[in-house]
């Protein structure tokens, strides 16, 4: 799942990554998690600003859901938007 926001100017891009637990065999069951993916860039020209940044949840435990994955990196992203015009 891809989500894009706009933030003072810049473009948050999120995108979730599946995270799969090892098994034995042949398995239909889903992910084990998600991480969040991460990318600021400027709004106008979307030019990057930082490398992505892949967000796990606590403990570096994978986020339980898609939803949790995506709303994790947009606070991220506006953090870390509002740290660098803060000055």
């Known amino acids: 799942m891809k989500r894009l926001y706009q933030h003072k100017g810049f473009q948050i891009d999120v995108e979730t990554e599946p995270v799969w637990k090892p098994s034995d065999g042949a398995s239909l069951t889903g992910p084990d998690g ?8 400027t709004q106008t020209a ?3 600003v930082f490398s992505p940044l892949r967000l796990t949840a606590e403990r570096s ?9 995506l709303m994790a990196g947009y606070s991220a ?3 870390l938007i509002d740290d660098m015009t803060t000055t």
Not at 61 to 69: G, K, L, Q, R
């Open 61 to 69: 435990n994978s986020f339980p859901t898609e939803a949790d994955a």
């Open 46 to 48: 979307l030019v990057p």
């Open 34 to 41: 998600y991480l969040a993916v991460v990318r600021i860039s």
């Open 77 to 79: 992203g506006r953090r």
